[in-house]
C-alpha cells in the first residue's frame, strides 16, 4: 500500500481506552512508526480527529494549519496526511487506516476511494470474523476465509495495479497533449501574421502579438470586439459586410481587408478567414490570419505614380526644351531688333516722329526681351548651384532698389525676424522670386495709392501621416490693390494669364515664381478678396 501511495509510511491503527497502537505498519526504512508503538490519547493525532468524526481526513500540510500545532506526528516530520476510520460491525471504532509524508501533498481523488476500498476490505473481514466467531467455524472453515480473504485482496492488488495503469495511460496521453498545446502557441505566439479566433458571431476570443503591433491596440483592447469594428470599406479592399455573414456561417473566406490602427492609419493585408469545429454540437469558432501587405501596396501604388509623373516629365521635357530653343532664336532676332532700332535713333536725331517710333519700337523690344528671359528661365536647364542663403539678409539687400522702383504713391511695410533664415537654393532664384512679387502687387495696385506689406518668419508644418515635423521659411507678400475673384484666382498661375494692361506685362511672373518655388521643394498658396488685395505664401524649407 506503501508503493502505491507513494509515502513513507502506511498504517492500520488500534484504538484502546487511553491510548492509541500501531497495528500493522509498512516495512520500509524511512518509515518512523512500527508495529506496537502507542500514543495517549487527546494529544491532537490526526487519527482522533478520524476517528471522533467518523469521516474521511486529508491534511495537505500541517505546518500550514495552526490547528495541527501540537500534534506529535509533527516532530516525525509527517506533515500530511491522509485517512478513514474502521469500525466494527457494531459500529464501533476500531481505528484508521492511514497514510503519511514528510512534504505537503494533495492526494488524488481515486487514493480517496482507494482509501475507502481498503476500509471496506477490513471491515468485510471484521465481519466475517464475527460471523467466525458466532458460528464457531471449524478449522476448515477458517481456512477457506483465509483464502477468501487472500483472495479478496489479490483481487484487490490487481484491481489496483489495473486502475494505476490506466491512470498512468491517461497521464502520459494528457503529458502529449499538454506538450501538442504549448508547442502550438508558442508557434501562434512567435509567427510575425497575424492571428485571431472570434467566436460565431464575429467576437474576438484572442489575439497573438502580432496582432497587438499590426493593429497597435493592447490584448485588452481587442478582446471582446467584433472583428468588423476594425475594418474599413474602401475600393481596393474586399467589401466589409461579407466578412461577418461568413463567419457566422462557418463558411471559408480570402481576400483584402483594409483595417483601422489605434493611430487612425489605414493597413492593408491579405486574410483568410477558417471554420474550426470542436464538437458536433458546439458553436464554431473562425481563426483569422492576416499577412500585411500595406508596404508592398504604397510602394506598388509609389511606382504607378512616379511612373504616371515620369511620363508626363518627358512630356514637358520635350514641350520645355521646344519652348527653350525657340525662345534662344527669339532672343537673337530681338537683339537684331534692339541693334539696328538703336542705330536707326542715332541716325534720325533730328526727325521727331522717326524718333517716337524707333522709342516705341525699343520699349516694346525690352518688353519682348524681358518675356523672352522669363520663358529661357522657365523652361531652360538649371545650372545654377545650390547654396544656404539667407533669406533676411536677402531682402535687406533688396529693400533700397524696391523702393526706387515703387515710386511715392505706395508705401512699402516688412516684417523681418531678428535671426538669419537659411534655405538651400541659388541666390538669384530667392531675388527673382521676390522681384515678381513685388512687381505683381504693384500692378494690381497701381495708379492708386496702396500699401505692400512684406513678412517673413519661421513655420513648423504639422506633418502628415508617417512624416516627421518640417521646418520652413514663410513668406508672405500682402498688397491692398484690386483683388482676385475665385474664377481669376484658379488661373492666376497659368501662363500669360493676366488681369492687368498688356502694356504693363505678360503675365508670366506667378508662372515662373510658382516653378523656382516647386524646384526648391516649397509651397506657394494664394488667397485673394475682390476690392481687398491678394496675399501670395510661400514656404520654403529651411536648410539642413
Excluded at 346 to 371: C, E, F, P, V
Excluded at 428 to 440: F, T, V, W
Aim: glycine fraction near 4%; include cysteine.
Amino acid at each position: 500500500m506503501r508503493s502505491i501511495f507513494e509515502v513513507p509510511a502506511a498504517l492500520i491503527m488500534q484504538v484502546h481506552a487511553k491510548q492509541i497502537e500501531v497495528l500493522l505498519a509498512s516495512k520500509n526504512d524511512d518509515n518512523p512508526y512500527a508495529p506496537g508503538e502507542r500514543a495517549d490519547l487527546g494529544t491532537g493525532l490526526y487519527c482522533e480527529t478520524v476517528m471522533a468524526t467518523q469521516d474521511l481526513l486529508e491534511v495537505r500540510d500541517a505546518l500550514k494549519d495552526p490547528k495541527w500545532a501540537k500534534n506529535p506526528d509533527i516532530e516525525l516530520n509527517m506533515i500530511s496526511y491522509l485517512g478513514v476510520p474502521i469500525c466494527k460491525p457494531n459500529g464501533e471504532v476500531f481505528g484508521t487506516i492511514c497514510v503519511l509524508d514528510s512534504k505537503e501533498r494533495v492526494f488524488a481523488k481515486h487514493f480517496h476511494s482507494l482509501l475507502q476500498e481498503l476500509k471496506a476490505i477490513i471491515e468485510s473481514d471484521f465481519q466475517m470474523m464475527e460471523i467466525k466467531r458466532s458460528l464457531e467455524f471449524t478449522i476448515k472453515e477458517k481456512e477457506q476465509v483465509q483464502l477468501a480473504l487472500i483472495r479478496s485482496n489479490e483481487i484487490l492488488e490487481e484491481q489496483v495495479k489495473e486502475r494505476t495503469r490506466v491512470l498512468e495511460d491517461q497521464n502520459t496521453r494528457l503529458q502529449s497533449l499538454l506538450e501538442e498545446l504549448h508547442l502550438l502557441q508558442y508557434a501562434v505566439n512567435q509567427t510575425k501574421e497575424s492571428v485571431l479566433i472570434t467566436d460565431h458571431q464575429g467576437v474576438i476570443t484572442f489575439v497573438n502579438p502580432a496582432v497587438e503591433e499590426y493593429y497597435g491596440f493592447s490584448k485588452a483592447d481587442l478582446i471582446g470586439k467584433n472583428i468588423t469594428s476594425l475594418l474599413v470599406q474602401t475600393e481596393a479592399a474586399d467589401c466589409t459586410t461579407q466578412i461577418l455573414p461568413m463567419i457566422m456561417s462557418g463558411s471559408y473566406w480570402s481576400g483584402i481587408l483594409c483595417s483601422f490602427t489605434s493611430d487612425g492609419r489605414t493597413n492593408y493585408s491579405e486574410a483568410s478567414i477558417s471554420p474550426v469545429t470542436i464538437s458536433k454540437d458546439s458553436p464554431h469558432w473562425s481563426v483569422i490570419v492576416q499577412h500585411d501587405v500595406s508596404e508592398r501596396r504604397a510602394n506598388e501604388k509609389e511606382k504607378e505614380r512616379l511612373a504616371r509623373v515620369a511620363q508626363q516629365l518627358e512630356s514637358d521635357r520635350t514641350l520645355a526644351n521646344l519652348a527653350f530653343g525657340l525662345s534662344n532664336e527669339l532672343n537673337n532676332i530681338l537683339h537684331g531688333i534692339y541693334i539696328h532700332s538703336s542705330a536707326l535713333q542715332m541716325l534720325s536725331s533730328g526727325n521727331t516722329q522717326i524718333q517716337h517710333h524707333t522709342h516705341r519700337i525699343l520699349k516694346k523690344g525690352a518688353q519682348a526681351h524681358d518675356l523672352v528671359s522669363k520663358l529661357i528661365i522657365l523652361h531652360g536647364p538649371q545650372i545654377e548651384a545650390h547654396t544656404a542663403v539667407d533669406l533676411v539678409e536677402t531682402i535687406e539687400e533688396l529693400i533700397p532698389k524696391i523702393n526706387r522702383e515703387l515710386g511715392k504713391h505706395l508705401e512699402l511695410e516688412i516684417e523681418l525676424p531678428k535671426e538669419s533664415l537659411l534655405v538651400s537654393c541659388p541666390k538669384s532664384s530667392l531675388i527673382s522670386i521676390l522681384e515678381h512679387l513685388i512687381s505683381n502687387s504693384q500692378s494690381a495696385i497701381s495708379p492708386n495709392n496702396g500699401t505692400i506689406q512684406v513678412f517673413l518668419d519661421q513655420y513648423e508644418q504639422m506633418p502628415d501621416m508617417n512624416e516627421a515635423m518640417t521646418s520652413y521659411a514663410r513668406l508672405r507678400i500682402h498688397d491692398d490693390g484690386v483683388g482676385m475673384d475665385n474664377e481669376i484666382l484658379q488661373r492666376a498661375r497659368d501662363p500669360f494669364f493676366t488681369t492687368g494692361s498688356r502694356n504693363h506685362h505678360m503675365g508670366l511672373g506667378l508662372t515662373l515664381v510658382d516653378k523656382i518655388v516647386q524646384q526648391l521643394n516649397g509651397r506657394l498658396t494664394l488667397s485673394s478678396v475682390p476690392s481687398e488685395g491678394t496675399q501670395v505664401q510661400i514656404l520654403l524649407p529651411l536648410a539642413e
